[in-house]
């Protein structure tokens, strides 16, 4: 056999034994991809089903994280409590004081009702200009706040009831008033838990 051809029949066996090499290595690969997705989506199902509870605060000033005064108040509840907290979270989009107080409202409201052991029941209610729930939230003594001159209003208030019947609102809640929230908060709900 000739010289050159030789070589060729090499360069031939080389082609062939890389492609060989080239298909065990997408096939690791993809049986490695394949593992890594099952491996993710089998700790977040673990995750989901273990740390329900897990609550870590990483905000500036531990917004989220309740006083020990407040966590013994809501451990020594005895009957439900139930806080309806109307935010008028659309009308309140233009003006940013209110929309983003609002939402630490609500986040705190909702950190009550998580660490209550499910005695605090927290409904979120953004009433509608001329509705039954803007009807409800002002018989039940929440002060609409003017917006503008044309008479636009918003809510920015909550009312806490027990199963007596005994209603305690916070008719407006105020930006100025931030500092003292969570004393106004859990004061209505020890008032509440001891008619």
Do not use: C
């Not at 099952?38 to 605060?57: C, E, K, P, S, Y």
């Not at 139930?82 to 705190?108: H, M, N, Q, W």
């Not at 009702?113 to 003594?141: H, M, T, W, Y």
């Amino acid at each position: 056999m000739p010289p050159s051809w030789q070589s060729k029949q090499r360069k031939v066996v080389d082609l062939t034994s890389g492609q060989i090499n080239n298909m065990n290595t997408k096939l690791l690969t993809g049986s490695g991809l394949v593992v890594a997705i099952a491996l993710f989506l089998g700790v977040n199902i673990i995750a989901n089903q273990t740390l329900t509870n897990l609550r870590l605060d990483v905000t500036e000033g531990r917004l989220h994280t309740l006083s020990q005064g407040t966590q013994n108040i809501l451990a020594e509840i005895d009957e439900p409590i139930t806080i309806r907290f109307y935010f008028s979270a659309k009308r309140f989009t233009g003006i940013p004081e209110f929309a983003t107080y609002g939402k630490r409202v609500r986040d705190l409201l909702e950190e009550y009702a998580a660490v209550s052991n499910g005695k605090i029941r927290l409904l979120v209610i953004d009433p509608e200009p001329f509705s039954e729930a803007e009807d409800q939230a002002v018989g039940f003594g929440v002060d609409p706040i003017p917006m503008s001159a044309t008479g636009e209003r918003g809510f920015l208030g909550l009312v806490g009831t027990n199963s007596t019947d005994d209603e305690i609102p916070i008719p407006v809640l105020s930006p100025e008033r931030e500092g003292a929230l969570e004393y106004d908060l859990t004061k209505m709900i020890y008032n509440l838990s001891h008619p």
